[in-house]
């Protein structure tokens, strides 16, 4: 059996992708609220699964890539990991095509930016925080670093 594994995987190149990222939240509901009305994300998937648990999947608008998987935290542990899944450091990284458009909508929706925009080598960033306190940068790569 091990050879039929070997031999097979021998004819299929590599292919795989982040499908999704987990982000524990407190509350489905305000979760939702918060992305997709002040960072305009699209909620993509919102299935009841029974139990208080849903299935939720959000995505900047427009993407292609991996979505968010909303995941209620259900134990204490869980819990006091809601807004600090990386112990403080950046968490995600919310790529644009137009840094200052996004920068002043999300200001003016209230979302609260932990620094002043920067240039970088890499292009425009500034560091802004979810509704549970976790990091994200948001950033305009300059051409060079960009894959589109």
Not at 130 to 144: A, C, F, R, S, V
């Amino acid at each position: 059996m091990p050879e039929a594994i070997a031999e097979h995987a021998q004819q299929k190149t590599i292919q795989q992708k982040i499908g999704n990222i987990a982000l524990l939240v407190a509350d489905y509901n305000e979760a939702i609220e918060f992305y997709t009305k002040k960072l305009q994300f699209t909620l993509v998937v919102d299935t009841d699964l029974g139990n208080g648990k849903r299935w939720v999947e959000i995505a900047p608008p427009n993407s292609t890539g991996s979505h968010i998987l909303l995941a209620k935290a259900s134990t204490p542990q869980q819990q006091s990991a809601v807004g600090n899944q990386t112990g403080g450091r950046v968490f995600l990284f919310l790529h644009t095509n137009d840094f200052w458009r996004d920068y002043y909508d999300m200001q003016a929706k209230g979302v609260e930016f932990n620094e002043q925009p920067r240039k970088e080598d890499y292009g425009t960033v500034a560091v802004f925080q979810d509704l549970y306190g976790n990091k994200w940068d948001l950033l305009q790569l300059n051409q060079q670093y960009s894959s589109d």
